[in-house]
């Protein structure tokens, strides 16, 4: 049975960092497409970030560029999410996924993705 935790969110203020981590068990961490999404109060689960497993070729959505960084430890099976100059508008729940879509094709749709985690809240206000 695949699991996944996320961990590392927390409270910020605007321009702080955080780290999020995604342990996955049970699973062939190789496999398909992992995905970083967020949902915040009242809107639809957009993607952040989508990493193909095969070649560790990145997508990133145009709002995260530049400030977010994804990354992958395959002795731990985790999946990492680096987010620096963190903005209000970034305050949401954050989920990693995995079993995505081959190549990472529609890597922003949630619903390519079949596992997920419980989600971790990120908060940025003053």
């Known amino acids: 049975q695949v699991q996944m935790k996320e961990s590392g969110g927390g409270s910020v203020q605007p321009g702080g960092s955080l780290r999020l981590s995604c342990r996955v068990s049970g699973y062939i961490f190789s496999s398909y497409c992992m995905g970083w999404f967020r949902q915040a109060p009242g809107k639809e689960r957009e993607g952040v970030v989508g990493?193909?497993?095969?070649?560790?070729?990145?997508y990133y959505a145009d709002s995260v560029k530049g400030r977010f960084t994804v990354s992958q430890d395959y002795g731990e099976n985790s999946l990492y999410l680096q987010m620096n100059n963190l903005r209000p508008e970034d305050t949401a729940i954050y989920y990693c996924a995995t079993d995505g879509p081959f190549r990472c094709s529609q890597w922003n749709y949630w619903g390519a993705y079949k596992t997920w985690g419980q989600g971790t809240q990120v908060t940025v206000s003053e």
């Open positions: 990493i193909d497993n095969d070649g560790g070729r990145t």
